[in-house]
């Protein structure tokens, strides 16, 4: 015969499982992301939902969440999740930009023969259109998301 009851692990166990520092679970409870039952003499006792929650934090966090967004996407109604995760991917489309922008100045920077960046004649007249103040930065990097630098080699 089964036994009906849970498994609970103590903080040192849940927190080995996902290879933490115990501080951080501490840490997790105090911003209210996750609510472990305590025993008798007030030790944290962690059930399978805890520890499922504590995959979603993790998951979360990977893909470059703040633990605020997670508490909000955890805590959320279908409305606001959808909400959050629209502008998580918004944020997320921002950063590959920026990722792709670095990725080109880099790559030029190794080929340039300038030997300061800032005098590079390319790389002024990349961003020409910002120092003269016809587009900000954002305004920029939209406008060359598309460009594939190593197209120019």
Not at 8 to 26: K, N, S
Request: with cysteine.
């Amino acid at each position: 015969m089964k036994s009906t009851q849970e498994t609970r692990w103590r903080i040192g166990e849940l927190a080995e499982r996902f290879d933490l520092p115990t501080h951080v679970l501490r840490h997790w409870e105090e911003e209210g992301l996750l609510r472990p039952e305590r025993d008798a003499a007030d030790r944290r006792l962690y059930r399978e939902s805890d520890a499922y929650r504590v995959a979603v934090i993790l998951a979360n966090k990977s893909a470059g969440m703040s633990l605020e967004q997670v508490r909000a996407l955890l805590d959320a109604t279908a409305t606001d999740r959808r909400a959050i995760l629209e502008q998580h991917l918004a944020d997320l489309e921002d950063r590959i930009v920026a990722i792709r922008r670095s990725q080109h100045m880099t790559e030029h920077a190794l080929e340039c023969r300038a030997h300061d960046i800032a005098a590079c004649p390319n790389f002024a007249s990349n961003v020409a259109d910002i120092v003269a103040g016809t587009r900000t930065w954002r305004e920029h990097a939209r406008a060359h998301e598309d460009h594939d630098p190593r197209a120019e080699r």
